[in-house]
């Protein structure tokens, strides 16, 4: 043994479509706090969840204290003493938040659970956390806030070799991140190891030492703390280079479409204003939480606003559903076209039909021929590649996909187009077609809100980019003072 | 013991109290309801219906279902009958059991080893087991059964009849298992969270095939005590249990999605639907605006019991 506790060698891992990890390399030693950062898809959570045993590697070893780590069996990674405070709440919402913290090793005399020592050992975890919580209170019944500590706590609640932490402070507040930075420390003085990811740059500079940066499935860099800035680090995190993707050519923006001021959801985003011209592109830029798809959701109609206004066209407006939003000449491509974008099993005719079908007054018949024609018409001016207007959408790719259900909403003309994560997973070909079709429905007048969590597809595609931190516009920017870094800084917080 | 008292919520209340006044709404209208040979034969005609109750609990608070346990209790009735006739009850009180947890071992292994939905696998289950009884008993009806065997269904001890004294004892082996074992917060784990059980290192399969097992053997039980009370296997009994027992659940209170309910209060549940069956029957209500009445009262329950959820997540302050 070389002092290295975990030794990550050669890690692969395939999703449909995606590639999520490409031949990982990582050592981290014992007694220290390794920060892990890299941008939204870099890799990082698919790494973790190979370490925590939830997640098989299609190739590549891992060495833990000397011997290979089991794949696939999270119960086995902890008999190692490997705990992870997963980014995805793994809470049972019906379960006390006792129950909850001891889930993986519950107490019990034989059969029988052991409530006191449940309890007791609870309010150990708790107390070490420096935090109070209803141990017999069911979770459901937590602020999110809360669930997060038991989250925590769940993690610490076992004898730790290898603390994985993944984002454990994005609900948390100053004095609770305080405390947790805190028990890091003491864990870290007694040898344990922490693997530290978060978005969050100043509290990993603050924290890691040394720091590896990920960025597309790949360990791009590993920093002795003494090197590892923030400028250093974004620099290796944004890598690569913006080259002929994007279309060229001048907009003239029309008059205002959308204006909205004061916009809330509560415990979703606040005080947002927007304001979106004919043929403009505004970009809504933040990493993964900051509230970008809620806002969107909520021009929508899908997520209820508690507050602000909203004016299409100088009219007031309420949007409480699709249907209203639709109405009005909205149309929104959803993050996950899989669940919210397209029926696979149907055809490409009835799925460029959908948002039509809705709009279309009374019901009456379906006018195959004519649903036919306008699939075709869109096949063409798309170029979507499908053996036929009636071959199910699930044998298309992603890049195909995509493109019909941008057909099936541009059935209904619309004049504002919200745009969510609308190249997620598409190989760049497609990519390159979907940014033609966006500037060129811009040039036709069309009003565009674009959320990416790929910045160079923002930075090249939009005229404005209004940058949300935490569910709060952190600033606006205009194209030509729109950096890669400056909007990083301002996603991640810090000044920019 | 107090986490569960914490849990009772004014919904709960909503059920004893609309039990009781269920039962003193019968009392003034029928003079025979309230008296003892009434209130012990309600007792009796619910324990069948409650037993597989207690065992859908378990598989539903996993988030899976089990449409297959009429069959399994009218397979189990026969093999217990058919094997007892031969040689002796012990060995077909052994058969029947076994029967039942084979049945559910294969409810259990299919549907998380091949990955296939519960509702399907169940459902297949419901036609098979129904075939597998028919062919058994060449679909006639097993009679001549020894008279010991009789009292497990007829008996009583003391003034109370020995299959209410059964359920009594299941729903409190049950109860304690859910609320005083690992392996009962391993199932409100499985249930409300799957993924995040497995990430906790719970054997999730395991968890899943042990309560169908449970639903098993206890529709097997119940097949016992109905062959038991009736004096006969009878290859059609049971048809459409499984839907009474589902109802019981639901009635209850337990999610449908798994991880949130008491077995007790399917217990509850199981009796509402006893008494308002008897009390129908006692006010001459016909048998076909009987089955009307039920259905309007199990929407009826279960959207008080959303009604209240909703406002609790109103007046917690999201739409404010």
């Not at chain 1, 923006?253 to 011209?277: H, I, K, N, T």
């Not at chain 2, 549907?111 to 509702?119: K, V």
Request: net charge positive; with cysteine; aromatic share 4%.
């Amino acid at each position: 043994m070389d002092g290295a506790l975990l030794r990550v060698r050669g890690l692969r891992k395939s999703f449909p479509g995606v590639q999520a990890l490409g031949g990982v390399d990582l050592e981290v030693r014992a007694g220290t706090v390794h920060g892990l950062v890299g941008e939204n898809g870099a890799g990082k959570s698919t790494l973790l969840k190979v370490l925590a045993g939830v997640l098989r590697p299609d190739a590549g070893e891992v060495d833990f204290a000397g011997r290979p780590l089991p794949f696939g069996s999270p119960r086995a990674c902890q008999a190692l003493g490997i705990r992870v405070i997963h980014q995805e709440f793994s809470l049972v919402p019906g379960l006390s938040v006792a129950e909850n913290i001891l889930l993986d090793h519950l107490p019990a005399h034989g059969l029988l659970l052991d409530g006191r020592r449940l309890r007791t050992l609870a309010r150990e975890t708790l107390e070490r956390l420096g935090v109070d919580l209803p141990l017999e209170e069911p979770v459901a019944r937590l602020s999110v806030a809360e669930q997060q500590l038991v989250e925590i706590a769940r993690a610490l609640s076992a004898r730790a070799r290898l603390l994985v932490m993944d984002e454990p402070t994005a609900a948390l507040s100053e004095r609770e991140i305080e405390a947790l930075f805190g028990i890091v420390r003491r864990l870290q003085a007694e040898g344990v190891a922490v693997l530290f990811v978060s978005h969050r740059l100043e509290e990993v500079l603050s924290l890691a030492d040394p720091v590896t940066v990920m960025r597309d499935g790949r360990v791009v860099a590993t920093l002795p703390g003494s090197q590892a800035e923030a400028d250093r680090l974004i620099a290796l995190m944004v890598g690569r280079q913006l080259g002929e993707m994007f279309p060229e050519g001048e907009r003239r923006p029309g008059p205002v479409v959308l204006e909205a001021e004061g916009l809330e959801s509560r415990g979703r985003f606040a005080g947002v204003d927007l304001r979106l011209q004919q043929g403009e592109v505004l970009a809504l830029a933040g990493l993964v939480g900051s509230g970008r798809s809620s806002v969107a959701r909520a021009l929508f109609g899908l997520v209820p606003l508690t507050a602000g206004r909203i004016r299409i066209d100088g009219r007031e407006v309420h949007i409480a559903s699709p249907r209203d939003a639709m109405r009005l000449g909205i149309a929104y491509v959803p993050e996950d076209r899989h669940r919210e974008g397209l029926v696979l099993n149907l055809s490409v005719r009835e799925n460029v039909a959908h948002a039509a079908l809705a709009l279309g007054g009374r019901w009456g018949r379906v006018d195959v021929r004519r649903e036919r024609a306008a699939a075709e018409a869109a096949i063409r001016e798309l170029a979507i590649r499908t053996s036929s207007s009636e071959a199910r959408v699930e044998g298309l790719s992603g890049g195909n996909q995509q493109k019909v259900v941008l057909a099936k909403w541009l059935g209904i003309r619309p004049r504002l187009l919200l745009l969510d994560e609308p190249t997620r997973g598409i190989d760049v070909g497609a990519k390159r077609e979907i940014y033609r079709l966006i500037h060129r429905l811009a040039s036709e007048g069309v009003a565009i809100l674009l959320i990416s969590s790929d910045l160079p597809e923002l930075l090249g595609l939009a005229d404005r980019l209004l940058v949300l931190r935490e569910g709060r516009p952190m600033g606006l920017l205009r194209r030509e003072e729109a950096t890669h870094e400056r909007v990083l800084r301002l996603a991640m917080g810090g000044a920019a | 013991m107090k986490a569960w008292g914490q849990r009772l919520t004014v919904a709960d209340y909503g059920l004893v109290a609309g039990f009781l006044l269920l039962c003193a709404f019968l009392a003034v209208l029928s003079p025979t309801f309230l008296t003892a040979s009434n209130v012990l034969n309600v007792a009796r005609q619910v324990a069948v219906n409650a037993l597989l109750a207690a065992g859908q609990t378990f598989v539903i608070l996993t988030a899976g279902i089990d449409l297959s346990v009429g069959s399994t209790l009218a397979l189990a009735g026969a093999v217990t009958a058919g094997t007892m006739v031969h040689h002796g009850i012990a060995a077909g009180l052994l058969a029947g059991l076994a029967t039942g947890l084979l049945v559910g071992a294969l409810n259990g292994l299919v549907a998380t080893r091949l990955g296939i939905p519960d509702f399907i696998v169940t459902l297949a289950m419901l036609s098979a087991a129904r075939g597998l009884t028919l062919i058994y008993t060449n679909g006639l009806p097993i009679g001549d059964l020894p008279p010991a065997f009789l009292a497990i269904g007829g008996g009583y001890l003391g003034p109370i009849p020995l299959p209410v004294v059964l359920m009594l004892l299941v729903y409190l082996l049950a109860h304690l298992v859910l609320r005083s074992t690992v392996f009962g917060r391993y199932v409100y784990a499985v249930g409300g969270n799957r993924k995040a059980a497995a990430y906790a290192g719970i054997p999730v399969r395991r968890v899943r095939v042990a309560a169908y097992l449970i639903s098993g053997f206890l529709a097997a039980l119940a097949g016992i005590v109905l062959t038991s009370r009736l004096a006969t296997a009878d290859p059609q009994a049971g048809a459409g249990y499984e839907l009474d027992a589902i109802a019981a659940v639901v009635l209850g209170g337990t999610s449908l999605f798994g991880g949130e309910g008491q077995v007790l209060k399917t217990l509850l549940g199981a009796l509402i639907l006893g008494v308002l069956g008897n009390g129908m029957n006692l006010l001459n209500v016909s048998p076909f605006y009987q089955e009307v009445v039920k259905g309007v009262v199990i929407l009826l329950a279960v959207t008080l019991g959303n009604l209240r959820e909703l406002r609790r997540l109103l007046s917690s302050g999201e739409a404010g």
